[in-house]
């Protein structure tokens, strides 16, 4: 099972990615999470990708690709796995499409989460990451239990880099609305879309909107 999440910055694709993953033993692959580490490790790629990240562009498309194909290989053996951040433009797609297609494989279903352009500025202020697990939370919408620890593994509740700066904000959002959106058309196409969730609800009742997703896949 091959599962794309699709939806703007903050919309909780994260966070129903994590729960999905978690309930059916598939495994998350979230491009952003993977530059994240990477950065913290002071890596080749973490420094590259760093780059474009703290201006809130896109991590060029041939550094990205192959990012996300040696994963792919790595998970071959794996029954679900739902990709989190990828595609993020047509380029992406299609050539997602070619590597699948070359194992034999397909994208089974693709989520698009939708919100109001005007609640997306605050999810992204309002959003603190697990330095440790990476599990995402909103302070407003889906705070912790405890201010600043995680519910799953107590680690520390940060703010992300990208989330802070105003011009990295601007940034993503165009990207989204100019390279990441028309996605949602190109998968319709293909007729396998089958979720517009509000994320709203996402966020107050993410683990119910999950049950809901799974008897709309099984
Ligand atoms: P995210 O955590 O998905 O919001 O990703 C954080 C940042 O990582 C993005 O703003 C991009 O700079 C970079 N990034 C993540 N996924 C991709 C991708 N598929 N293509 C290019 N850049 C990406």
Known sequence: MIIIMLGAQGTGKGTVAGILS??????????????????????????????????????PDEITISMVEKRLEELKNEKGIILDGFPRNLEQAKKLDEILANKGEKIDWVINLETPREEIIERMLNRRVCSKCKATY???????????????????????????????????????????????????????????????????????????FMQKIK
């Open 22 to 59: 978690k309930q059916n033993n598939w495994i998350q692959v979230s491009t952003g999470d993977i530059f994240r580490e990477n950065i913290s490790n002071g890596t080749e790629l973490g420094i590259e990708a760093n780059k474009y990240i703290s201006k809130g562009a896109l991590v």
């Open 138 to 212: 909103n302070l407003k919408l889906h705070p912790s239990k405890v201010p600043g620890i995680c519910d799953e593994c107590g680690g520390e509740l940060v703010t992300r880099a990208d989330d802070s700066d105003a011009d990295a904000i601007k940034n993503r959002l165009e990207i989204y609305d100019t390279q990441t959106k028309p996605l949602v058309d190109f998968y319709k196409e293909k007729g396998i879309v089958i979720v517009e969730e509000i994320s709203e609800r996402i966020n107050r009742f993410a683990d119910d909107a999950c049950k809901d």
